[in-house]
């Protein structure tokens, strides 16, 4: 087992939102989309709020895939946002994606309960030092039938599994691109982390799998 090594948190730099957006993300993203939509409804629309956005990615292929969804792309970095606000105007989708600068960590200060019928979030609870508190109050901005829908990587159990995840699926992006990969492998919470951590929420930990050989998934139905 090796330990968790935080990455910074929030990701401000240009040359960090350059690298982040110039890999191809295209094919998690839209198993990310295709996935939340056969549990939350297609073509269900509503309020849907995307955590830690980065450039918009993820809300923009849920915008196109569900022409009634209306999605608040949430990021701590302003740097990740201009770039989001850019790529969501080139897409068309200004009315119904608006990106949000807010922070993961206060989102009770931001947004009443219950306020979204889903509550998503990809890739982004390996930056969180403490991820419970974050996770405890997205399931609290769930409305009720609403979804909360959390992807992120898993800790690899050592040194050589994560080079061979950075190998198979990063091996022909930059150095830069493949060193920041691999941070964000070490950085993750394992599978049993998360799931008792969702535990000490008061949620079923069996809601968290393993949905690739490098991803968890949590999907938690708020049923009244
Ligand atoms: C690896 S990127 C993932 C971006 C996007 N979800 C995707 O799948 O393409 C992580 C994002 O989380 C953002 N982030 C980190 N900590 C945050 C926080 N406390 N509140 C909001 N966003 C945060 C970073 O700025 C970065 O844009």
Same mark, same amino acid.
């Given at each position: 087992?090796?330990?968790?090594?935080?990455?910074?948190?929030?990701?401000?730099?240009?040359?960090?939102?350059?690298?982040?957006?110039?890999?191809?993300?295209?094919?998690?993203?839209?198993?990310?989309?295709?996935?939340?939509?056969?549990?939350?409804?297609?073509?269900?629309?509503?309020?849907?709020?995307?955590?830690?956005?980065?450039?918009?990615?993820?809300?923009?292929?849920?915008?196109?895939?569900?022409?009634?969804?209306?999605?608040?792309?949430?990021?701590?970095?302003?740097?990740?946002?201009?770039?989001? /606000?850019?790529?969501?105007?080139?897409?068309?989708?200004? =009315?119904? &994606?608006?990106? +949000?600068? $807010?922070?993961?960590?206060?989102? #009770?200060?931001?947004?009443?309960?219950?306020?979204?019928?889903?509550?998503?979030?990809?890739?982004?609870?390996?930056?969180?030092?403490?991820?419970?508190?974050?996770?405890?109050?997205?399931?609290?901005?769930?409305?009720?039938?609403?979804?909360?829908?959390?992807?992120?990587? /898993?800790?690899?159990?050592?040194?050589?599994?994560?080079? =061979?995840? &950075?190998?198979? +699926?990063? $091996?022909?992006?930059?150095?830069? #691109?493949?060193?920041?990969?691999?941070?964000?492998?070490?950085?993750?919470?394992?599978?049993?982390?998360?799931?008792?951590?969702?535990?000490?929420?008061?949620?079923?930990?069996?809601?968290?799998?393993?949905?690739?050989?490098?991803?968890?998934?949590?999907?938690?139905?708020?049923?009244?």
């Amino acid at each position: 087992m090796i330990q968790r090594v935080l990455e910074p948190e929030s990701m401000e730099t240009t040359d960090d939102v350059e690298e982040y957006d110039a890999m191809d993300h295209s094919e998690v993203n839209g198993r990310f989309v295709d996935d939340f939509l056969s549990v939350h409804g297609a073509a269900r629309g509503g309020e849907i709020l995307d955590v830690g956005t980065g450039t918009a990615r993820i809300p923009i292929a849920l915008a196109l895939a569900d022409f009634q969804a209306r999605i608040m792309a949430l990021d701590l970095s302003e740097a990740m946002l201009e770039a989001a /606000a850019l790529n969501v105007a080139k897409a068309g989708l200004s =009315r119904r &994606v608006r990106c +949000y600068q $807010g922070d993961a960590k206060s989102l #009770a200060d931001q947004f009443g309960e219950r306020a979204f019928e889903g509550v998503i979030s990809n890739t982004i609870m390996h930056h969180i030092p403490d991820p419970e508190p974050v996770l405890a109050t997205m399931a609290r901005l769930v409305a009720p039938r609403g979804t909360l829908f959390v992807r992120d990587l /898993a800790r690899p159990g050592s040194r050589s599994e994560i080079d =061979r995840l &950075v190998m198979t +699926y990063a $091996g022909r992006e930059t150095p830069e #691109a493949r060193a920041l990969f691999a941070a964000s492998l070490g950085a993750a919470l394992t599978l049993e982390e998360i799931q008792s951590l969702v535990k000490r929420i008061g949620l079923p930990a069996s809601d968290v799998v393993m949905t690739s050989d490098r991803h968890w998934t949590w999907v938690w139905r708020n049923r009244p």
